[in-house]
């Protein structure tokens, strides 16, 4: 198995704010690497494919890049809707999710 | 709109099997362009993917699970299932049934909401 580490486990934001959420591989998984936003209760949501690529309907304050090992998620500008827990996954081989990041209010 | 819905019991007694299913709406389970997936989660812990199916029977298991895990589906019904044997209480989760697309990276576009399976006496 691939293990996926993130980073922070968590933080406090405010809305507005510009957040960036790491994920990384411990070995290189080139471009297959997937973000997801998870509200308690709810479905999981897909942000971001293939490192980068925006999810149809889903707005453009949030960005994916990163190649190889190291990964990021930013959120240019926070919003309420935002607050969550952010999960990385690799599928490159067998499929892994990052343990996530858990977005909360400051 | 893809809608994905998990149902089955919420309790299942330890050595007893763990049957899912979940029900596609807003498009077909004989859909190119999807495979369809379980993923759980554990209570407190990270998220595991389980297995993946294509329409035509074809599947993939995750190794930690083969032996005790069988995914099918069926299109007459436009549903597919999960089934885990010999179930202890490391098995109790959130189990959610998603689509993955066919598309580089391979991403889960659509989940149900989950259902959490509990496994006690």
């Known amino acids: 198995d691939i293990q996926m580490t993130q980073s922070p486990s968590s933080l406090s934001a405010s809305v507005g704010d510009r957040v960036t959420i790491t994920c990384r591989a411990a070995q290189n998984i080139y471009r297959y690497l997937n973000w997801y936003q998870h509200k308690p209760g709810k479905a999981p949501n897909l942000l971001i494919y293939a490192a980068s690529s925006l999810q149809s309907g889903v707005p453009p304050r949030f960005i994916g890049n990163g190649s190889g090992t190291d990964f990021a998620l930013t959120i240019t500008s926070l919003q309420p809707q935002d607050f969550a827990t952010y999960y990385c996954q690799q599928s490159y081989r067998t499929p892994s999710f990052g343990p996530g990041t858990r977005v909360d209010i400051k | 709109q893809l809608q994905l819905q998990e149902s089955g019991p919420q309790l299942v007694k330890p050595s007893e099997t763990l049957s899912l299913t979940c029900n596609v709406s807003?498009?077909?389970?004989?859909?190119?362009?999807?495979?369809w997936v379980w993923i759980r989660q554990p209570p407190g812990k990270g998220l595991e993917w389980i297995g993946t199916?294509?329409?035509?029977?074809?599947?993939d298991y995750n190794p930690s699970l083969r032996g005790r895990v069988t995914i099918s589906v069926d299109k007459s019904k436009n549903q597919f299932s999960l089934e885990v044997t010999s179930v202890t209480a490391a098995d109790t989760a959130v189990y959610f049934c998603?689509?993955?697309?066919?598309?580089?990276?391979?991403?889960?576009?659509?989940w149900g909401q989950g259902t959490l399976v509990r496994v006690s006496s």
């Open positions: 807003g498009g077909s389970i004989r859909d190119d362009y999807h495979y």
């Open positions: 199916i294509f329409y035509t029977g074809t599947t």
């Open positions: 998603a689509s993955r697309l066919v598309v580089t990276a391979k991403p889960y576009d659509c």
